[in-house]
């Protein structure tokens, strides 16, 4: 499978612990984001990196969140002192690169976030 | 900022009924437009976009959808529904100007009945 992967796929966890999602993007796609999306809302823009910069940050991020992509390739998206408030579904995207379109969003099947 | 509002939450119809979701957005600028489709149980996955040039683009499954800039609308269509169109659909605004984030719509709950 050459698409967006996200592990877990789903967590739960018990309020103010830390938790850490990973994201594998198409591999030549140079940009990669994070959404987050809760019941009945369409998806919430987080952030985003070009290669391993990151570029923008939404007002959504708060301080504990945050999110990294060391080498240019994977990325995680770490969450500390998790409340029930970030229980959410968290979604990865990417585009860019020679192969599929450089606007087009690939998203991946998400981590359902559940904060007891 | 760019907001994007999908007029109807759920919507429920019959085989073979037309369909059509409306989408507008707020944006000023130059957007690229989508819709993304999400299949119970599965991944938000593109079902047609518009960058430039005519306005009325085709996707897959033979849905389509016609971008009138004068209304900031992008209306998804399907002439013909089948059961397994049962999904929910997202609209999505690029606004050139402002980075490449997706600023979504509430999506619509469609659901086909057999």
């Known amino acids: 499978d050459t698409g967006v992967s996200q592990d877990p796929r789903h967590k739960i966890t018990k309020r103010g612990q830390n938790v850490t999602f990973r994201c594998d993007p198409i591999s030549e796609h140079n940009r990669l984001y994070w959404y987050r999306q809760t019941l009945g809302q369409g998806p919430e823009f987080l952030t985003y990196f070009q290669n391993e910069a990151q570029l923008e940050k939404s007002r959504l991020l708060s301080d504990r969140f945050s999110a990294e992509r060391p080498k240019g390739s994977f990325s995680t998206l770490e969450i500390q002192r998790t409340e029930q408030g970030d229980s959410a579904m968290y979604l990865c995207?990417?585009?860019?690169?020679?192969?599929?379109?450089?606007?087009?969003?690939?998203f991946g099947p998400g981590t359902r976030l559940t904060v007891l | 900022a760019q907001s994007v509002s999908q007029h109807n939450h759920h919507v429920i119809l019959s085989e073979a009924a037309s369909l059509e979701l409306g989408c507008n957005y707020s944006?000023?600028?130059?957007?690229?437009l989508f819709w993304y489709v999400q299949y119970p149980g599965q991944h938000l996955q593109l079902l047609l976009k518009y960058f430039s040039g005519d306005p009325l683009v085709k996707g897959i499954k033979g849905f389509e959808a016609e971008f009138i800039k004068s209304k900031f609308s992008f209306n998804l269509r399907k002439p013909s529904v089948q059961w397994s169109d049962t999904a929910e659909y997202f609209c999505a605004v690029n606004a050139r100007a402002a980075g490449n984030k997706l600023t979504f719509g509430g999506g619509t709950r469609v659901l086909v009945k057999p």
């Open positions: 944006y000023g600028g130059t957007v690229n």
């Open positions: 995207a990417s585009n860019g690169g020679t192969v599929m379109s450089t606007d087009t969003q690939y």
